[in-house]
């Protein structure tokens, strides 16, 4: 398995500010994926955070809204920008870990709530 | 169009009682199939993955799943419900039977159970 903490676990923003949430994986990933969790709704991908390129995002959501850097094998950073309460949600880190493929590990989850 | 089906928003059982949650599956080759768990303020957690082989496959915490590939259905069981076991249930795919990386989730089911 892979041990992933999230930071912050959670916050409360203000409208029109960012929040940039923080991923640490405490061994080297192949892959690194974001999810999004809106209230009362499953999981849907935000993007697949490549390292050492771009990431590659989901239809409808889009790289200026919420940048995503990696810059290394344990470590990925989301953005949300521009935050309105519609981004109000809980959002989730994965991974994939070499040799154990097609099974992601998920982070603990960071609750942000935008007034 | 390809997706997940949990028909079961919201199950109430009682403790010690037998538990089946659903999940159907509509995509063109069999996809790999996942159960994951969420429990209040956690992160997810895999229960159990199907990739090919037994159609009736173990997992952790005395839970098992049961692919009927007639059905399109990957049913999550469990004979004798614990208070723990209270969660949000999660079904999950990898379409294309692991071609494709991408988690796609149902919209989950919450279990309550009762004393």
């Known amino acids: 398995s892979a041990v992933i903490s999230q930071k912050p676990s959670r916050d409360i923003c203000q409208r029109g500010t960012s929040l940039t949430i923080q991923c640490q994986v405490d061994s080297q990933v192949t892959m690194m994926f974001w999810y999004r969790q809106q209230p009362g709704q499953s999981l849907t991908l935000i993007a697949t955070a490549n390292q050492g390129s771009e990431a590659t995002y989901e239809s409808g959501f889009v790289i200026d809204k919420f940048p995503i850097s990696r810059p290394n094998l344990t470590f990925s950073t989301l953005t949300v920008s521009n935050m309105s309460p519609e981004d109000s949600s809980i959002y989730l880190c994965?991974?994939?870990?070499?040799?154990?493929?097609?099974?992601?590990?998920f982070g603990p989850g960071t609750r942000l709530t935008v007034l | 169009a390809q997706s997940v089906t949990q028909p079961d928003i919201h199950i109430t059982v009682s403790e010690g009682a037998s538990l089946e949650l659903r999940c159907n599956y509509s995509y063109g080759a069999t996809p790999y199939l996942f159960w994951y768990v969420q429990s209040p303020g956690q992160g997810l957690q895999l229960l159990l993955k199907y990739f090919s082989g037994d159609t009736l496959v173990q997992g952790i915490k005395g839970f098992e799943a049961e692919f009927k590939r007639s059905q399109s259905s990957f049913n999550l069981r469990k004979p004798s419900v614990h208070w723990s076991d209270a969660a949000e249930y999660f079904c999950?795919?990898?379409?294309?039977?692991?071609?494709?990386?991408?988690?796609?989730f149902g919209k989950g089911t919450l279990l309550t159970v009762n004393p």
């Open positions: 994965s991974v994939e870990k070499e040799g154990i493929y097609n099974e992601q590990f």
């Open positions: 999950a795919v990898i379409p294309g039977g692991g071609s494709n990386y991408k988690l796609t």
